[in-house]
């Protein structure tokens, strides 16, 4: 491990020789994060400190022992100066977690980092990375979500932000309040005890926070899941209604919260000063680009795909593909898709309404805003929102068509604490034991209800779709390195089972998005239908994915950057602007790769090999309907992807 | 020989989602719009169309029998000729269906063949 860190670092040092000095005394303005707005504006200039007294505000790792209750601020060492989001994350994790330990012991940490451009008002960036040795899959998780904890934590000049320790007391609850000191010019952190705020409803315990500190702030944390060491909770980040709604969901990352005993984390932004922007011109030249390609794609400007039926747009594509995976991952197709579609949800609220209901950002400065909102019959809001993954988890993987269900069934994995996906691939499973009927929609809400008051049930349904395969003797379980596949059948679009068998994540949708055209030169020449050609067409998508993953910005301007060429120019300007790099196309491959490295070399230190980059065996025996087709990549296309790397 | 049962017609299986629902007539469910269609033996995708009232320009991602045949401003599919029984549906514009999930899916000969001439070996999520 401390090899390939310290080849690591040498890199980044070799690369920052030729980057040259910031530029110095240009204007910057400020970014208004309210916790209600939406939008990022200028409200004021001030002159630029001298670069080497800015580097001094901007780069902090604020590390919170949980053993002490003490923290502590280091400046950020050089080699991780030039890191961000994922990037960072996944550093710190490799350089300072054993990979042996256990998730929930005291050895393990819980790694926050904005990413590079989080806190600018660079539009839709405000993702906050979250890194840890996973308790699902027994790997390195990064897991990001979008709030405006993200920019809060960037505004505090905080690069990271290290969880660690643990406390002797097994029954006590705490919460760290971070600040602004404007006379040390420094993040201050202080901790209270949480225990009122512990075994109860996050829709409840939300508003209780904010009373306490105020609605200015934003609060990151975990529901009862994590409390319970469940190896599918996720951490909770509120979204711009003060909901408890936007998670790092996958991996189980909120059981290391909660083996920490840190319910909460409240930053409070006052008088922070702006995140430094190195070179303005370049800045504003890259974030106008992008603001372009973002506001003109079909998919992605107002009042298209994402804004007007939100991600579950999917449900009715992947049906008619044949790759909606059904009631278990035994049917590509589901009967009753249509109506808990992202289109029904649109119509279902109109109806409802009187009205049409476009979507809503879930975090400051997002242009694209595909969050929706479901509303009941009686016009009042049941939940937000109904991603894509949860409607087809909770939906069509367990064979349940009534929107309200769903809904219910999203809202409670909101309220306890969990992942929608592992939550739904886990009830899938138990409906194929029994537990349930499949498309019992009252039945499914009543397993979550013993999920949330951690029942015998509840805490084996806790434990992931592959430990209630096991407990209940089912081979038809959808996991890749122990983390369930999300909703998109590998059997019918067999290039994202590649992705899934070699990400270091665990089977995750998110790990290999399409970024550019120009990644089919990666490949060599390699023919791209071919097994070896597909493989290395995953290397690069995983890559470039890396590289989002730790600008901070969402992955949804992937789609915009693809085909309007200026927009993956502006994304790549907007983060020489602020870091006074010189990035080109091809950096964003190679720093990609570098944290795929560091990624892999985690894992294979907590042993995770070659046997665990495969998927389930069933999918290479049991044909799919409706095409009727089995996983039939060759294990050697799924050794090549990263053989020789 | 036998004699051979003569087919003069042939049953369409149709869905339109989201705006292009309206195309369904009575068949319209707001969201979404599934009808039998019955057309002359020998009816193309474009004859389809024709009969919907439903000009090729409106429509976006289409599928026949769960097979990609039509992506944003590449339509290789109005000559494909129909069978009784096959499931055709169409999406609106708004849809989407990223590379990354439809890499290896199951695709339409022609669909197939304009990808691989496609620039970009068929990468995009729009064509032109």
Redesign the interface.
């Known amino acids: 491990m401390a090899v390939i860190c310290l080849f690591y670092k040498e890199k980044l040092k070799t690369k920052l020789v030729s980057l040259g000095a910031p530029g110095e005394g240009r204007w910057k303005r400020r970014a208004i994060l309210s916790g209600n707005g939406i939008t990022m504006a200028s409200i004021g200039k001030r002159r630029l400190n001298h670069p080497e007294e800015r580097r001094k505000d901007v780069m902090w790792i604020l590390r919170l022992n949980m053993t002490e209750r003490t923290y502590r601020l280091e400046e950020v060492p050089e080699a991780y100066r030039y890191l961000g989001g994922r990037a960072m994350t996944s550093t710190l994790v490799g350089d300072e977690v054993p990979p042996l330990c256990h998730p929930l012991g005291p050895n393990n940490k819980l790694v926050f980092a904005p990413g590079w451009v989080t806190g600018t008002p660079a539009s839709t960036s405000s993702r906050i990375s979250v890194g840890g040795k996973s308790p699902l899959t027994g790997g390195i998780k990064e897991s990001n979500a979008g709030t405006s904890w993200g920019p809060y934590l960037a505004n505090l000049q905080i690069k990271a932000l290290v969880v660690e320790g643990q406390p002797k007391e097994k029954d006590k609850y705490w919460m760290v309040y971070l600040t602004w000191d404007g006379d040390t010019r420094k993040p201050k952190a202080e901790f209270y005890t949480a225990d009122e705020f512990a075994g109860k409803d996050l829709y409840d315990v939300f508003p209780k926070v904010y009373e306490r500190f105020g609605t200015g702030v934003a609060v990151a944390g975990c529901g009862v899941a994590g409390e319970y060491g469940y190896a599918n909770a996720g951490i909770v980040f509120n979204d711009l209604g003060r909901r408890p709604s936007r998670y790092s969901g996958r991996g189980g990352l909120g059981s290391v919260l909660g083996s920490k005993r840190l319910k909460f984390i409240v930053i409070n932004p006052k008088g922070a000063p702006p995140v430094a922007i190195a070179d303005r011109a370049l800045f504003d030249q890259g974030k106008k680009k992008l603001d372009e390609a973002i506001r003109s ?3 992605t400007k107002p009042k ?3 804004n ?2 939100g991600t579950a ?2 449900i ?3 049906n ?4 909606l995976p059904t009631r278990n991952f035994s049917s590509g ?1 589901f009967e009753g898709a ?1 109506k808990i ?1 992202g ?2 949800i ?3 609220n ?2 409802r309404l009187g009205k049409e209901v476009y979507n809503h950002a879930c975090s400051p400065g997002c242009i694209i805003q595909c969050s929706n909102t479901w509303f009941k019959a009686d016009g009042k809001e049941h939940t937000s929102c109904v991603e894509y993954e949860s409607d087809w988890a909770l939906g069509a993987n367990c064979g349940i068509d009534n929107l309200d269900h769903v809904a219910e069934l999203v809202r409670l994995c909101n309220a306890y604490g969990l992942d929608t996906i592992e939550t739904g691939t886990t009830l899938a499973v138990a409906m194929e034991a029994g537990v349930a009927s499949f498309g019992d929609g009252q039945k499914a809400i009543e397993l979550l209800h013993e999920m949330g008051k951690g029942t015998a049930l509840g805490r084996i349904l806790g434990g992931g779709t592959e430990f209630t395969g096991r407990a209940f003797g089912i081979p038809r379980v959808p996991t890749v390195k122990g983390q369930s596949m999300p909703a ?1 059948e590998p059997r ?6 590649i ?1 899934y068998a070699t990400t270091p994540m665990g089977a995750d ?1 998110t790990a ?3 970024i550019a ?1 120009e990644i ?1 030169s990666i490949g060599g020449k390699a023919d ?2 071919s097994p070896e050609g ?1 493989a290395a ?1 995953s290397r690069a ?1 995983q890559a470039t994915t890396a590289f989002i993953d730790s600008t901070g910005h969402c992955l949804f301007i ?2 915009p950057i ?2 309007i060429a200026s927009g993956f120019e502006g994304m790549v300007e907007e983060c020489n602007g602020v870091l006074g790099t010189k990035w080109t196309g091809e950096d964003v491959v190679r720093i990609g790769m570098e944290i795929l490295r560091k990624e892999r070399a985690f894992n294979e230190g907590a042993g995770l090999g070659k046997a665990h980059d495969r998927l389930p065996e069933f999918m290479k025996y049991e044909p799919l309907p ?2 009727n087709q089995v996983f039939d990549v060759p294990d050697s296309a799924l050794d090549s992807v990263f053989e020789g790397q | 020989m036998g004699q051979e049962e003569e087919v003069t017609e042939i049953t369409v299986d149709v869905w339109l989602y989201g705006a292009l629902a309206t195309y369904g007539g009575e068949a319209n469910r707001g969201s979404f719009a599934n009808l039998q269609m019955s057309l002359p033996e020998g009816s193309t995708l474009a004859t389809l169309l024709d009969a919907l009232k439903l000009r090729t320009e409106e429509r976006s991602i289409t599928f026949i029998n769960g097979k990609l045949s039509a992506m944003p401003g590449l339509q290789p599919d109005l000559d494909h000729v129909l069978r009784n029984g096959d499931r055709v549906a169409f999406f609106d514009p708004k849809s989407m269906w990223p590379f990354q999930y439809r890499q290896g899916a199951a695709m339409t000969e022609e669909m197939a063949r304009a990808m691989v001439s496609e620039k970009g070996f068929g990468l995009r999520h729009t064509f032109s």
């Open positions: 794609h079909d998919v298209g795909g994402l007007t039926y747009v999917l009715n594509i992947m008619e593909a044949g790759g197709r249509a579609a289109e029904s649109f119509e279902g109109k109806a998109y019918a679009v067999k290039g994202i089972g992705t949708h290999g998005y399409t055209p089919l791209p239908l597909k067409l998508f992937a789609f693809l085909d409706p095409h």
